[in-house]
């Protein structure tokens, strides 16, 4: 069997997670998937050995390779098990295609922000409205996996105060109350980041009024990208998560429905509806909107639209500083080609504290609501854009060029062969290097 390190509190395992039991229901995993819960053990003895990084999900095949990272995972079992993809055909649905890649880069590395503010702001000592006691259980399930309730709390509380120092956060922000500070999400910026997630989130509830999915009636690398923060932090999460019950109802319905667990009421891919017929017995159908499918045409619902918008609005600006700032790097004689480069994190990479915080060489400008701040570069970027223009490649440019139109400096994206040139990264494992 395939085997998945993971957490149910991690991002990226809730996206992997999903998008594993949809393949596996649909009968296209091969020998299907265990998934294992992460323990220090494991961490230590196991993942950082085979991969060099500690960072959840890890998926072992059946031959006994590794990968590490989310979409790196998606991409494997895409291409090993392809009965139904849940990426759309480059010469068929090129739109649908960009739409999706591009929501998955927006879900994994700019709304990671806001649902960090959600998770850890309402951990703090001192907060009227607190699901510290939620928080703590949840990461001592890691830290003290297997033992008694109040002895995981502790492991919990105790792995608070020794990494992230939480007891003294205004004073010495440490794990993501740092890595908050350096993503951008300072005293000035907070309102203007929470502002955009309403947004986002209000978009999406009228998406879901209409169409069971991102793409229509069936799950796609999309919604596993969304799904993705919005189930660890947004759902899971109690204070988040009371929020989002009562204001966004129909969110969180499509969270149980492609997270596909507890999911009856939601009614998930290949679910049917039954009524009776003239003997009395029982008659099926589809239950999903769209007839089951993605929509026809290659039509990306208008109703996307707003979500697109806070791509190229918010994100594409940042990214397209981001790219300068490493190209510049690169090239300066502060770095070799072929050097490592920081890696994946919601924090300044160890080692490169001096680039990625402050006024850094891995730091950019960027504008959020109006409001003006810096935030780190992250390496991992450039190589999640460098998948997006491989992922393109077959695709017809002149439907996309029509359909970019819609969106503020949307044809850019088209044009990621001169936008990497000079600050392409190559992975290997959890490691990132330039090439």
């Not at 060099?52 to 079992?77: F, N, Y």
């Not at 009965?83 to 759309?88: A, G, M, Q, R, Y």
Request: glycine share 10%.
């Amino acid at each position: 069997m395939y085997r998945m390190i993971s957490a149910e509190n991690s991002v990226f395992s809730g996206k992997t997670r999903a998008y594993l039991r949809f393949k596996q229901a649909q009968e296209d995993l091969g020998p299907g998937f265990e998934d294992i819960l992460v323990t220090p053990e494991l961490i230590s003895g196991l993942l950082i050995p085979r991969s060099g990084s500690p960072s959840l999900p890890q998926l072992e095949t059946p031959e006994g390779d590794w990968i590490q990272d989310s979409s790196a995972i998606i991409d494997e079992i895409e291409r090993r098990h392809h009965k139904i993809s849940v990426i759309p055909d480059a010469k068929t649905r090129p739109r649908q295609r960009l739409a999706a890649y591009l929501i998955e880069l927006l879900a994994d590395e700019w709304l990671i922000v806001p649902a960090c503010w959600e998770r850890w702001h309402f951990t703090k000592e001192g907060n009227e409205t607190s699901h510290r006691a939620w928080n703590e259980h949840q990461w001592g399930a890691i830290f003290g996996a297997g033992e008694d309730g109040p002895t995981r709390r502790a492991a919990g509380a105790r792995f608070f105060e020794d990494a992230f120092g939480i007891s003294e956060t205004k004073l010495n922000p440490k794990g993501p109350f740092a890595g908050l500070v350096q993503l951008g999400c300072t005293d000035a910026t907070r309102a203007a980041w929470l502002e955009s997630l309403h947004a986002l989130l209000q978009a999406l509830e009228t998406h879901f009024g209409q169409h069971d999915y991102l793409l229509g009636g069936r799950p796609s690398l999309a919604d596993y990208g969304l799904l993705g923060p919005l189930y660890a932090h947004f759902y899971r999460d109690p204070v988040p998560g009371f929020a989002l019950r009562c204001f966004f109802p129909l969110v969180c319905e499509w969270v149980e429905r492609t997270n596909a667990e507890g999911a009856l009421n939601a009614r998930c891919y290949g679910q049917k509806l039954y009524g009776v017929d003239a003997e009395g017995g029982l008659v099926g159908r589809v239950a999903t909107s769209d007839d089951g499918e993605w929509l026809p045409n290659d039509e990306v619902p208008q109703t996307l639209e707003p979500v697109l918008r806070v791509f190229f609005d918010e994100m594409w600006p940042y990214l397209r500083s981001s790219t300068d700032a490493m190209r510049s790097f690169m090239a300066s004689d502060a770095h070799h080609v072929g050097d490592e480069l920081p890696r994946k994190t919601f924090t300044a990479t160890p080692g490169f504290e001096l680039l990625q915080t402050g006024d850094g060489a891995l730091t950019v400008p960027f504008e959020i609501g109006g409001i003006e701040a810096r935030r780190m570069v992250v390496p991992y970027q450039m190589w999640m854009l460098d998948r997006i223009e491989r992922a393109m490649v077959d695709a017809d440019t002149q439907v996309l060029s029509e359909w970019l139109e819609r969106f503020e400096s949307g044809g850019e994206i088209l044009k990621l062969d001169t936008r990497l040139k000079g600050c392409r990264v190559r992975k290997e494992g959890g490691r990132l290097f330039s090439c």
